[in-house]
Nanobody
Framework: QVQLVESGGGLVQAGDSLTLSCADS????????MGWFRQAPGKEREFVAA????????YYADSVKGRFTISRDNAGNTGYLQMNSLKPEDTAVYYC????????????WGQGTQVTVSS
């Protein structure tokens, strides 16, 4: 059973940093890949970053590359998204998701956490 809960969102100013957390209350966190997605008002949900189960491979959307860092602590069943140099266009609801089947869809999602960046 995978249950993801995001936290760490909030209201910040442009240029600030924020770290999102994604905690899994299940027992299989270390066995699946994890991703972060976001959805801004009036826009479709978009990919932000992903990390393989081992933490050895990471992937980023071009819009966040160099500013965001995805990581995971398998012992603590928690994933993270470190966001630096935030921009107003980063404002969105951020979701973490689990890919429990290799190369499959993201099949478990958290409830989302709001990130608002003011200019």
């Amino acid at each position: 059973q995978v249950q993801l809960v995001e936290s760490g969102g909030g209201l910040v100013q442009a240029g600030d940093s924020l770290t999102l957390s994604c905690a899994d209350s299940g027992r299989s966190f270390s066995s699946f890949a994890m991703g972060w997605f976001r959805q801004a008002p009036g826009k479709e949900r978009e990919f932000v970053a992903a990390i393989r189960w081992s933490g050895g491979d990471t992937y980023y959307a071009d819009s966040v590359k160099g500013r965001f860092t995805i990581s995971r602590d398998n012992a603590g069943n928690t994933g993270y998204l470190q966001m630096n140099s935030l921009k107003p266009e980063d404002t969105a609801v951020y979701y973490c998701a689990a890919q429990t089947i290799a190369f499959g869809d993201y099949d478990y999602w958290g409830q989302g956490t709001q990130v608002t960046v003011s200019s």
